[in-house]
């Protein structure tokens, strides 16, 4: 970059930062500044300030939408006599089903009937001017101080109104206004008659009025309104400060403004995360380090519901039955996490949390873009009474970022359509029914039929699936404690796309289901010190039917758990947690202990120190695939075995699951309103990764002869014309890994507007007793992540993220004609990505215009050795919500 | 933070949204960079199609588990480098593709020969079927071999399978399959630069029409002494003399299992033969189509035979020299026997190079006067001069290794090593038995084939019955007597004519296989020799095909007979010369060895600093694959439980990183420079 050029982009930043500056008034980061504003308004509301606060609350509404907003708004006015106002949001946070609901309309009522006594009153004193002003029987008893007053506030907030640019605020302003001439123009006209009584603050009451006191629990609602707070660390919500793991939340605000319709780009700006997209359709996901295809080794819920397809050990991120727009959060949780949530919490969770059913909200989106991207989507939620409704139907495409074979080869042929890479829709609805206070029952259904490219596993890569994912889950939750069941189905064919002539493209047809039973008491209380205790139980059936494993399998899994948050002091959390699990294919439970110490020097800052283990389990695939796999020499074949043939034909041993211990210390500072920190630095070590050994030549006594004892496998096969070179059966690794690392996030919002975020993160893995390699490095040393997004009062929106990875080395199969299968190292270049969007919110924030670009500098990069070459891509949306 | 109104940025919005919404579907996706390129895309490749013309008897037919009759065999195709085929015609050792063709494509159930068929069932059909061979490298030239596997025998990555056995049906892609002296059709795929989406040959016929009359050769290997590391070469200027001496060094022989004589070696072969699932027919058993006939050297069936002939690996009509001692005069016959020695794993994963041995087989001066041995064992000599491969990607890294106080001048032009050849433990394999051959007019042995004594050598009256022709009928005379006979001649050797066989068989044919190939190649296979120090008990585990003779007990040795591996000898900078015009050798001289010098030489292109630099850079990737094992010491001397009156050196114990703790030879000077 000539120093005209950098000279040139240096001042144009600088002029977008001045313009930033001097544009801006109100905080940035939705959750922040809505926390701002509310604070404020409560602070203004307990000083008397009741206009100034509740315009501050409704700012707070208007930047994140709570229901205790609207009932501290409802509070203030009641207390301040204004019932009618007050009414008027009690009503709106009763439409959100609230767990007070019963309570909350005890005291509506209270206050319609102390509305109606203070008519019932008035006219017996002043029987004639209600009879000639029936209309407004109480402006009549405003007083000119009182309609000053209420000009003067209309004046502030209309000048704060100016301020935020807040049409709410312009209206709010406009509307006292009206009452100030209302009652004015009242007055006037009644001047012989003024009243004693002040409008808003002493209302007679009559004798035997109902008492507004909302009894217990009627204090204001701000413990913990808008603060952050997570869900899966715990298995209940609790501040990321106090959570024993290291944490990260993608609220919708991340969602909305980076444009990404792909979960896992989401993922990619949370430090320590390792991202890898192999195709528009698959993005392996880990945390700090082993990523590798088809994500093993991350637990990915979906509000509570584990989504790893247990035959591949697999997250197929493009199977989800909702699009982004359903998301009402998505936690990350770094870190083995076994202790609560069993196998595959391997290197952490990633929860991802819908919209709640109730809401009334209804949202229509589309989007175009190059490269053959369509994205449509459109939801509903609502409240009938008790029941919660949430609809969504969608559709997702785009095309490859490369194929493998050309259209023009002639010494291939075609399977399925090399271009598409992603093409599902998808239908999901969730149900909600408050049974009582304590009581929900809800029930939750999809389905998503797809058509996904994704990377397989070992040599075998570019695969293509067709078929529909599906769930259902049914459940419980009550104040102690809840029960769920959900039960998962993929049914599909999977096959190579395209092939060399001749050569068998692998077709198979999968067709897996899980049945799942959870039950978790929870109950908090006191013994010596305060304790939150879980416990509770929980059975997963798997059957799979697939043409690459030896035959139907079942298997039936097991598993107890508790956990204990101890609150020793104020400032001191011990956590407890240990599970074990039954597997049907391992000799011994597993035990999965975790123990963390949060200690919080003030309210705002938190350090942990944890420690954990988890482990993963063998997928059916390593457990019992029998496959021929095509050799570049068309007579031979190489024979993936799972571990439990591979036992049985070779005498080899059975796998050990994958294990992981962890120790982490942690440090998170949220005291200031204009950035957060957190850092944390961890120890691992993971021992018998599960891989996919090297070829292991059948001898003659394997082939075809059932009198050597062995089991055997046949000498040649008519089906795919092949002799069989030997077997390639998953092992345990013998390399020991000790992994240390560490992130450093902060997030900052030094305007109105903007937010600038960044993390880094370190990663340097030693390795022990290996016989493969002599370093481990597919995971980058270092990672760096770093953004802004600024959103301005007219309603633009502008985000930017630029993601950095250093060097990775792969240590991957190929196949090779002389030894069939063998590794090799390939090395990956460090890449960089600049993905951004540029948006306008218009027609009172209801429609949402955007254009978004992915790898905007068309960096040509690839994220696996073996993944697609990313491209630059650019898509327009457009959303309305009603 | 609510806006007001559109504004002018949301119509631009707007506009581009509905053009992006244009854009959508309208770009091809681009093709990822090919695999050598470092991408994902396969590199196009070529493709035969065409059609197999099957012309043999009908197929031996099994019904099934689900209970449908199908042929036990398969056709086998096999691609070649149209200029390097197996030998004796080239020196390819493993075919270079295998393409199989189920026999299901070819028959029906009609097409079945009675369970109990008579003579007439056997007479021959003819069926097609259509093959694809995809997957092929671009640029190259092939020809392609085949034979219809009549028994189901065959398999690729056995050394006791990977050929066509008697009764199989042989052929192959001809020019023209009619003509008497049939030549391969040569199948040419252009380069990848002038075919970018891949390359389709159409049209290529394969006809299979002559059965295989021959079993393979099945051999073992006996010393009665093993090799001297530090030894020497002779140097006489006879070259007989000095043939025979390199026989007589190390009294090495290759011997043909015989069903009749072998006895207990035999039994213990055909138990494992029978467990590799190939039950073994003895002599005087019952027929079995799928049995495979061991040794019956002396039966009335064609059986086994070694095929001694030269070899003409560069296709100019005249026998070729010894790789190794063709300098000193020594021609190449067949069976060409290759020694590499075994690695352990560790070995393997330290980066130990490869070692190779070439040995000569015997009979030099008889194929001269256009004779013949009759023997069913051949003398191999092991001449004192390895081939070290230090890096296997690259032929010209194979660095010859002698031991000090050998013959010059031949050594001065290549790069060599003076030193001592790695002791250790060699696999053996012979290429070129024989299979495939057509057998002409049954077994020989009417011809007079020389003037028998009157005695045997230790006085014992022949039989009348063997000399009343002048000459002895060969298939009547027992084997022990047989054996004795063979020492008729003044030289104890038995000379018979030279369109026979060593074994006496007229035969021809044949050349379309060789003993030994497979995908990957067999040669020395470590992973079927469990343990390479010599301590299991049982060579053969249930199953494997490792037999003593093969596998570690019949290993060839190379001992350290002093305990000093390096310059045990004479100084390595001195040797004895060979340029001297003296009768006898003995001069020393001071030797000129070279670091690469040969290469480059001719290069016109390059000046000297160019080709210094080039030698370098050649020298640099021959030498950086041992780089790491520069400075390791030797590992100790032991002496193996094989050979407990010898030494070798001890295996290597760990490997951290990829260095192990010792190395079992040293690593050449050049490629340590400064490192002592």
Known sequence: MGYRRMKTTLCRLASLLAVLAFTSSALADVRTEARRHFRRGMALVAEGQVDEGIAELELAYDTLPHPNVLYNIARAYAEAGRYEESIEYFERYLASDPPDKEEVQGFLEAVEARIAAAQDTAPAETPTETTETPSAPVTTLATDEEIDALEDSATQIATLAEATQSDSLRERAQRLRDLAQQLRDARDGVAATPTEAPMADTPAAPLDAPSLDLGEGSEERSEGLYDETVVSASRYAQSPLTAPNSTAIITPQDIRMTGHRHIGELIRRVAGADVMSLSPAQTAVSFRGFNQRLSPRVLVLIDGRSTYVDPLGATLWGSFPFNVEDIERIEVIRGPASALYGADAFAGIVNIITRPPGEPRTTVSAGAGSHGQVHLHASTSGRVDRLGYRFGVGYNRADRFTREVGADRVDSYFVRDNDIAWDAAHLNGTLTYRVSNEVELYAQGGINTNTLNIQGTGPLRDFVTEGETSHAMAGMRTSWGSLRFFWNNISAIGVLPSRPLSIDPLYSVFDWNTYDVEGELAREFHFVVDHNLHFGASYRRKQIAWDYIDQERFENHGAIFFQDTLGIVDALDLVLSARVDFHPLLDAPVFSPRGAVVIKPSDDQAIRASFGTAFRTQTFLESYVQLANPTPVRGVQVVALGSEPAANLLDTPRLSPERILSAELGYRNEMSEYFDVQMSAYYNRVTDLVILGQVRPFTLGQIGNADSGAGTIAGYDPGTATYPLGAINFTNDPTVFDVIGGEFELRTYPVTGLDIWANYAANHTFVEQSELRDTEERTSTHKINFGIQYRAPFGLEVALDFHWVSDQVWLEQVFDAAEGVRFQEFDLDGYHMLNGRIGMRVLEDRLSLGVVGYNITNNRQRQHPFGQKLDARVMGTASYTF | ?676
């Open chain 2, 1 to 676: 933070m609510r806006s007001t109104h559109p504004t002018k940025p949301a119509v631009g919005l707007l506009a581009l949204l509905l053009s992006l919404l244009a854009l959508a579907g309208c770009r091809d996706v681009p093709v990822d960079d090919f695999e050598y390129e470092g991408g994902t895309a396969p590199e196009p490749t070529g493709v035969v199609q065409g059609t197999v013309l099957y012309s043999g008897p009908p197929p031996i037919c099994q019904t099934d588990e689900d209970g449908s009759v199908v042929p036990v065999g398969n056709v086998i195709l096999t691609l070649f480098e149209f200029d390097n085929p197996p030998p004796p015609a080239g020196s390819a050792s493993s075919a270079a593709n295998l393409l199989t063709i189920p026999g299901i494509s070819f028959f029906e159930a009609a097409d079945c020969l009675p369970a109990d068929p008579a003579p007439e069932d056997f007479a021959f059909i003819t069926r097609t079927a259509e093959f694809t061979w995809p997957e092929l490298p671009l640029g190259g030239a092939y020809q392609i071999r085949g034979f219809f596997d009549y028994d189901g025998n065959f398999n690729p990555f056995f050394s006791v399978t990977n050929i066509p056995t008697a009764g199989d049906i042989g052929g192959g892609a001809f020019v023209d399959p009619q003509a008497t002296l049939r030549a391969y059709r040569r199948i040419a795929f252009e380069s990848e630069e002038l075919r970018p989406n891949g390359q389709v040959i159409n049209g290529v016929s394969v006809a299979l029409g002559a059965p295989v009359n021959t079993e393979r050769p099945v051999f073992y290997l006996t010393s009665d002494d093993w090799l001297d590391s530090a030894g020497t070469l002779p140097t006489t200027t006879d070259l007989v003399a000095r043939e025979n001496a390199i026989l007589d060094a190390t009294g090495t022989t290759l011997h043909l299992y015989d069903a009749e004589k072998d006895g207990a070696a035999f039994d213990a072969l055909a138990a494992a033969f029978a467990a590799a699932g190939m039950p073994v027919t003895r002599a005087d058993g019952s027929y079995d189509p799928r049995g495979f006939r061991i040794g019956d050297l002396n039966g009335d069936e064609v059986s086994h035979a070694w095929y001694v002939r030269p070899v003409d690996a560069d296709g100019d009509g005249a026998q070729d020299l010894h790789p190794t001692l063709g300098a000193a005069g020594v021609n190449w016959l067949t069976p060409i026997v290759i020694m590499q020695r075994i690695r352990s794993a560790a070995e393997t994963e330290a980066g130990i190079p490869d070692v190779l041995m070439v040995p000569t087989v015997s009979n030099v001066a008889f194929l001269l006067q256009g004779k013949r041995v009759y023997d069913d064992e051949i003398a191999i000599g092991v001449p004192p001069i390895s081939a070290v491969q230090l890096n296997p990607a690259d032929a010209r890294c194979q660095v010859p290794f002698i031991p000090s106080g050998n013959t010059t001048s031949i050594y001065e032009r290549i790069t060599v090593e003076c030193q001592e050849v790695p002791t250790g433990l060699y696999g053996v394999n012979a290429l070129q038995g024989l299979a495939g051959a057509r057998q002409i007019g049954g077994a020989p042995g009417a011809e007079p084939m020389c003037t028998p004594p009157d005695s045997f050598p230790d006085g014992t009256p022949i039989p009348e019955f063997l000399a009343e022709d002048g000459c002895f009928d060969y298939p009547e005379i027992p084997p022990e007597t047989a054996r004795q006979l063979e020492r008729c001649n003044g030289d104890n050797r038995c000379a018979i004519n030279a369109s026979f066989t060593g074994t006496g068989y007229d035969l021809e044919g044949g050349t379309y296989s060789s003993q030994n190939w497979g995908v990957p190649n067999a040669l020395g296979d470590p992973s079927q020799i469990p343990d390479v120090t010599g301590t299991a008990d049982a060579l053969t585990p249930a199953g494997q095909i490792l037999f003593a003779q093969q596998g570690l007990g019949g290993a060839f040795a190379v001992t350290d007979s002093d305990g000093a591996s390096i310059d045990g000898g004479a100084d390595c900078s001195m040797a004895l010369d060979d340029d001297d015009e003296s009768p006898t050798f003995g001069t020393v001289r001071a030797v000129n060895y070279r670091v690469f010098s040969e290469y480059f030489e001719g290069r016109t292109d390059l000046d000297e600093a160019g080709k210094e630099s080039a030698r370098q850079d050649l020298q640099d990737l021959c030498c950086e694959p041992v780089a790491h094992l520069c400075g390791i010491p030797l590992c100790p001397l032991a002496a193996p439980p094989t050979h407990p009156d010898a030494q070798v050196r001890a295996g290597i114990t760990s490997v951290e990183g990829g260095v192990p703790n010792c190395v079992p030879f040293e690593i050449p000077d050049f490629c340590c420079p400064g490192i002592p």
